[in-house]
């Protein structure tokens, strides 16, 4: 029995020297170890200005109750992939878990973090519309690697500079949300959102989703200039609504399929350009006000509204409507002109105008040139007098559109495994898009590439370009250069010379050892050169990458060895010095003792023999060997 007991008390002493109960205010900095955790919140806890606390990888903080950390300091918690820091809020709602106030967010750090809740994982927050402080939030917190599950991220400040940035974050049954009346920018980016709800209901910069992709969440907009933006993202089986109006939304570069966007308070404008909208189940594709709509195809399941238009001055162009049961329609209030756009395979009507304004439509493709089946899909005054005209009066003729190519010399363009040369053109369906594979010769690569005129080099990836979709005739325009690589030289410790060349260059280098030392080594890209070196000169092979030439010079005191060796022996006679035991053909170098090179010869079967002059000290090099000869 007193073994039990002895044990029982050893392991629950044990348990307690594992763990640390924290609360109340730090006022000097405070590192939490990975030793003393998992550290309990049993309290408020506070970091107060100029104060940090710092959180080591794999600390475990939990929290015993509706406790928080309020940073008015700095917080510094990194974590590692394998060893992160987790925040864990058991079953206790309420306060955040980590607050940050007045402070300068761009001084702390957070990486490789896991939240989980129900507790709010971060919030930042400042003086209110009616209250305000002296010192505000500023900066940027940038949060890399974060988990956040079944809890919330929120910022809430009046006319603050600060921002939130979540990189790389994986996110789930999460509300990301931008507080009312005021509230700081939130950037989602590199992300993976799941089953999640991002709200933007401020008068600040809204939210920005960008490089993301997000699945089976929701997308909540308020009023008053609450801004949201998806930017080069995926959406998927996501819904698109709001609960007030006069907000501003933008998509750009993006794919959003089976998630129907109903934002009809859309009165600060609703900017979609080169993307696709599509679903595949559902009654309407895009509901919105103030559109204006550039390259980007709206795709239906042949039973959908494409877009429908709540009111505002609208601008469809160069744009492709399909696969719809109407594709455009126009409620009270909404003006719209469209142009340059294909209208294919919508089964009711291409334009519905219920609106009393006119409408502009001219110079578009409506699947035939036939005027009567034109007007067929287009529903306006001359089917009820109580609405405007849509004036289709110039339409487009033709279905397809030509795309020119200028091409400068040292590369070519390929399109379907067809190769194209300088003045090549290409046919295009219109309302589509065309993919261009470049092809720079060896050792070039893209010095400008235009569209329409439009510098799109960015828009190159893996050396291919997609053009927006087309709905008319377009021009490629791309030239080529030679490739620059980097040459590191380091010649010693105190730093690094980087030299550029083009690619082919044979650039010849002149390493001059101060007096007193000598070229030890040079190594090319981690390969022993020496033996490559004419003098003290080193010529590099044909440039085809980048890299790096490293020179090591030595003391000739220490560099000398002695002549007494069993394989070479080195001595004079008269005005000659000679060298014997040398493996034949190896070369054998002579320098005066300031290293300067004066001969060097390839070893012969008796020797080799250098005629000096007297009086002076010299030194023999061999492929082993260095020798200090005094005639």
């Not at 600060?162 to 949300?177: C, G, M, R």
């Not at 010693?492 to 083009?502: F, I, Q, T, W």
Request: aromatic share 10%; charged share 15%.
């Amino acid at each position: 029995m007193k073994t039990k007991l002895l044990f029982f008390f050893l392991l629950s002493a044990i348990f307690t020297n594992a763990q640390t109960n924290v609360s109340g205010a730090f006022f000097s900095n405070t590192n939490w170890t990975k030793a003393g955790s998992p550290y309990n919140v049993t309290g408020d806890v506070q970091v107060p200005a100029g104060v940090t606390l710092s959180i080591e990888p794999g600390v475990q903080i939990k929290f015993n109750g509706d406790y928080q950390i309020l940073i008015k300091g700095y917080l510094m918690a990194n974590g590692t992939k394998t060893s992160p820091i987790v925040f864990n809020s058991g079953s206790v709602a309420g306060k955040a878990m980590i607050l940050f106030r007045s402070t300068n967010l761009s001084i702390s750090q957070m990486s490789n973090l896991q939240f989980t809740g129900p507790k709010y994982a971060l919030q930042l927050e400042d003086e209110s519309e009616y209250s305000q402080s002296p010192t505000k939030l500023s900066g940027i917190l940038n949060v890399k690697n974060i988990v956040l599950t079944n809890t919330a991220v929120h910022t809430k400040g009046y006319g603050t500079t600060a921002s939130l940035v979540l990189d790389s974050a994986t996110v789930s049954s999460t509300l990301i949300k931008g507080v009312y009346p005021r509230s700081e920018q939130i950037t989602i980016k590199n992300s993976n959102v799941f089953n999640s709800t991002i709200n933007s209901d401020s008068y600040n910069n809204g939210i920005i989703v960008e490089n993301s992709t997000v699945s089976s969440s929701n997308f909540t907009l308020g009023c008053c200039g609450a801004n949201f933006s998806i930017l080069k993202s995926t959406v998927d089986n996501s819904t698109f609504t709001d609960y007030n109006d006069y907000y501003k939304v933008t998509i750009k570069d993006s794919k959003i399929t089976n998630s129907p966007i109903n934002l009809p308070g859309s009165d600060y404008g609703f900017i979609i350009s080169n993307s696709t909208l599509s679903c595949s189940t559902g009654t309407y594709i895009l509901k919105c006000k103030n559109l204006t709509m550039t390259s980007t195809e709206i795709n239906g399941n042949n039973s959908a509204t494409g877009i429908e238009l709540f009111g505002g001055t609208n601008r469809i162009h160069k744009s492709n409507i399909k696969n719809t049961n109407t594709a455009i329609k126009i409620n009270t209030n909404s003006t719209l002109t469209v142009d340059s756009t294909n209208f294919d395979y919508n089964s009711v009507y291409n334009i519905q105008n219920l609106s009393a304004s006119n409408i502009f439509a001219r110079n578009n493709w409506w699947g035939t040139t036939d005027a009567t089946a034109i007007a067929s899909k287009i529903y306006d005054y001359y089917d009820n007098i109580n609405y405007g005209i849509v004036d289709f009066s110039t339409s487009l003729t033709s279905n397809s559109y030509t795309v020119t190519l200028q091409i400068g010399s040292n590369g070519y363009l390929k399109e379907n495994n067809v190769s194209l040369g300088n003045g090549s053109t290409v046919s295009v369906a219109k309302g589509s898009t065309k993919t261009f594979t470049i092809i720079p010769n060896t050792g070039y690569e893209v010095a400008t590439f235009l569209y329409n005129g439009t510098d799109v080099k960015s828009l190159i990836v893996n050396n291919q370009f997609t053009t927006e979709i087309i709905n008319s005739n377009a021009s490629i325009t791309v030239t080529f250069k030679k490739i620059i690589y980097k040459i590191s030289i380091q010649t010693g410790e105190a730093g690094v010379m980087n030299l550029n060349y083009y690619y082919g260059d044979t650039p010849t280098f002149d390493f001059t050892p101060s007096t007193g030392y000598k070229i030890q080594k040079v190594f090319y890209n981690g390969i022993d050169v020496t033996n490559n070196l004419i003098g003290n000169e080193y010529t590099l092979p044909p440039v085809t990458s980048n890299g790096t030439l490293v020179v090591n010079f030595v003391s000739l005191s220490t560099a000398v060895n002695s002549a007494e060796n069993e394989f070479i022996k080195v001595y004079s006679s008269e005005n000659n010095i000679i060298v014997q035991g040398v493996f034949e053909s190896e070369s054998v170098k002579l320098y005066d003792l300031n290293g300067q090179l004066l001969k060097a010869v390839q070893s012969q079967p008796n020797g080799v023999i250098f005629e000096v002059k007297r009086g002076a000290i010299y030194l023999i090099k061999t492929n082993t060997k260095t020798f200090k000869v005094a005639l």
